[in-house]
């Protein structure tokens, strides 16, 4: 508009100056956009990926975790037998060495057939002792 009051009414040297301005106002424009696509792409690409990534990784963990689960409560459960092996052989020894079929852990714990440990561990199973039986 600067033009068209310092030069007069010149329609053709205005056009000719209004196209120039618009071509470098659209190359500034286009530049501007360029850069901004050029900041933007890696960060979405960054952010799909990692998006991808934590969904393999949840679907794994929804796979890997009731194994997991059922592997602890297997363990568990062979311990406990394992347990009861164990605190049965410790009742027989006592037994056989002190002609009592009445046996109890305190009994056990006083004459050192089991550990406080072991018995807190037993306890912890619900394994019970009646009279010269070990069961869970």
């Avoid at 310092?6 to 659209?26: F, P, V």
């Avoid at 406990?80 to 009592?100: F, K």
């Avoid at 056990?108 to 002792?129: C, D, H, N």
Wanted: glycine residues 4%; positive net charge; proline residues 1%.
């Amino acid at each position: 508009m600067n033009i068209y009051f310092q030069q007069g009414a010149n329609k053709e040297l205005l056009n000719r100056n209004l196209k120039i301005y618009s071509k470098i106002s659209y190359e500034k424009f286009l530049t501007s956009v360029d850069r901004l696509i050029s900041l933007i792409q890696p960060l979405s690409f960054a952010i799909v990926g990692i998006g991808i990534v934590l969904f393999i990784i949840s679907l794994l963990m929804l796979l890997i975790l009731p194994n997991l689960n059922n592997q602890r409560k297997k363990a568990e459960n062979t311990q406990a037998e394992a347990m009861v092996s164990v605190i049965q052989t410790q009742v027989d020894l006592y037994e056989n060495d002190n002609d009592d079929k009445n046996v109890t852990y305190s009994e056990l714990l006083s004459k050192k057939y089991l550990t406080e440990k072991q018995i807190k561990k037993a306890q912890e199973f619900g394994i019970k002792i009646n009279g010269s039986n070990v069961s869970k």
